[in-house]
């Protein structure tokens, strides 16, 4: 399954959150093939390396760096020509869902309390989800 991973999975799996760290394990275990573009991949990069944020981690800086770097390796990069806008409550998050739908996505996943909708899934985002089966709250419900 093609998805898009929201910075905050990566961050909750670095925190020691189980079904974040499930959902980056079915990355790294090609079970889903996440996407990246230039807007996502800048916001991996600099929240990972917020060292106030990760005071209480389970990783060290090097260990975040390499986990984002396997992270990275495993993503396909994709391009986004148009600025499609969804208009979301939260407007820094438009990005992930123009990276949906330029990549073809059938789910977005995210830790936040909002609803995102892509061509495949309506997820109300309280937490991540895997292929389906969701983990902390998190309602996802095919719409096709």
């Given amino acids: ?4 991973v929201d910075t905050n999975v990566l961050v909750g799996a670095c925190m020691g959150s189980i079904a974040a760290a499930e ?7 090609e079970r889903h093939k996440p996407l990246v573009g230039a807007s996502l991949f800048a916001e991996y990069s600099d929240v990972m390396n917020r060292d106030k944020l990760f005071r209480d981690s389970h990783l060290d800086k090097a260990e975040r760096d390499e986990l984002l770097d396997i992270f990275l390796a495993c993503c396909e990069w994709t391009e986004i020509y148009y600025g499609w806008r969804p ?5 820094n998050d438009n990005h992930l869902i123009e990276l949906v739908v ?9 830790g ?5 909708v892509s061509g495949h899934c309506r997820i109300d985002a309280r937490g991540v989800f895997d292929e389906g089966v969701t983990y902390d709250r998190a309602d996802v419900t095919n719409i096709r």
Avoid: F, K, P, Y
């Fill in 102 to 110: 330029a990549g073809g996505a059938q789910c977005q996943g995210s």
């Fill in 1 to 4: 399954m093609v998805i898009v």
């Fill in 23 to 29: 959902v980056v394990g079915s990355c790294l275990a």
């Fill in 112 to 116: 936040q309390w909002r609803t995102h």
């Fill in 87 to 91: 208009n979301l409550r939260d407007e």
